[in-house]
């Protein structure tokens, strides 16, 4: 069983930049994938980018160079850290665990969710 705790969003102008960390706590967190994913209102979840339990990488085309993920096993935890934002980015934020990939079915532990917002 694994928990994850999304953090960081909020309220940022256009061009602006955030950064999201997901905490997780339970057994072998090195060994999972993690993804994260978005959601606006109205909008199918959407995937934002994943790295693999050794740390490979990889982006949905909308982020494509202006977000960046990384992860810190010893901190257990996961980073998204968001560039150039634009309104179009505003959504639910959502990390993930599981055995990874683009689709939201190839996990199987979800946090809460965190906002971001992007005024223009």
């Known amino acids: 069983q694994v928990q994850l705790v999304e953090s960081g969003g909020g309220l940022v102008q256009a061009g602006g930049s955030l950064r999201l960390s997901c905490a997780a706590s339970g057994r072998a967190f090195m060994r999972y994938g993690m993804g994260w994913f978005r959601q606006a209102p109205g909008k199918d979840r959407e995937f934002v980018g994943r790295i693999t339990w050794n740390s490979m990488i990889y982006y949905g085309e909308s982020v494509k160079g202006r977000f960046t993920i990384s992860r810190d096993n010893a901190k257990n935890t996961v980073y998204l850290q968001m560039n150039s934002l634009k309104p179009e980015d505003t959504a639910v934020y959502y990390c993930?665990?599981?055995?990874?990939?683009?689709?939201?079915?190839?996990?199987?532990?979800w946090g809460q969710g965190t906002q971001v917002t992007v005024s223009s």
């Open positions: 993930a665990a599981g055995e990874g990939g683009s689709s939201w079915s190839r996990y199987d532990y």
